[in-house]
């Protein structure tokens, strides 16, 4: 079976793009969660859904950020504008939360905001 | 702020050895979990320990967990170069399905 899949899998984009950033989870999981990674603040959550719908986006850093999941097998989150802190590791991750918390990591998205 | 840290934050052992991380957290937890993350991949779920058990083993790792100072380990037997890689520890809370991450140890294997 397919993991997770993202695309793509790296990204660079100057100051004030757009930037979307794309998951497929492994068919048949139910949870979706985006993080991103940076050597100063480690992992952090973003944003989570649970059958297509956003449960918590605490973690979402300001208004430049949002996430949808339009279907169970497709989700997205964009940048606009992208800002140079926003350079980091972006990794999409989905669960069967009927079957455990285990988590299924994608390979990530290297994205370098110039 | 992170519910996990882990300790130490970077070990480095010999071949064959056996290499410890520990991992202490905040609040009361469900589980708890062990994710490896070898250099420019994403991270893969190595174990689960329910918070009613104290240990479980699978293969070269064996974990333990003692609720009462919250705080769990990872041992892993005769290490490889292979298991050189980043390890976290993961927890998550009754009706959560959110997991909280540590910093994570940078375990390296010297051949």
């Known amino acids: 079976d397919a993991g997770v899949i993202q695309s793509p899998r790296h990204e660079v984009t100057e100051m004030g793009q757009e930037v979307t950033l794309r998951c497929k989870p492994i068919?048949?999981?139910?949870?979706l969660f985006w993080y991103r990674q940076t050597m100063m603040r480690g992992l952090e959550l973003l944003i989570y859904f649970n059958n297509n719908v956003p449960i918590d986006d605490s973690g979402m850093p300001e208004d430049r950020f949002s996430a949808k999941m339009p279907n169970a097998s497709f989700s997205t989150l964009k940048i606009q504008p992208s800002e140079p802190r926003d350079s980091a590791v972006y990794f999409c991750a989905s669960s069967n939360r009927d079957r455990g918390h285990t988590q299924y990591f994608g390979p990530g998205t290297r994205l370098t905001v110039l | 702020s992170q519910q996990g840290e882990e300790d130490p934050q970077a070990l480095s052992i010999q071949e064959g050895e056996n290499a410890t991380m520990n991992c202490s957290y905040k609040t009361s937890i469900n589980n708890l979990q062990w994710y490896r993350q070898n250099s420019g991949r994403g991270l893969v779920h190595l174990i689960l320990i329910r918070s009613n058990e104290r240990e479980k083993h699978s293969g070269r790792l064996r974990v333990t967990l003692d609720t009462s100072k919250k705080s769990s380990s990872l041992l892993i037997t005769a290490s490889r170069a292979a298991d050189t890689a980043s390890y976290f520890c993961a927890t998550d809370n009754f009706g959560n399905e959110k997991l909280t991450f540590g910093t994570g140890t940078r375990l390296t294997i010297i051949p």
């Open positions: 068919s048949g999981h139910n949870s």
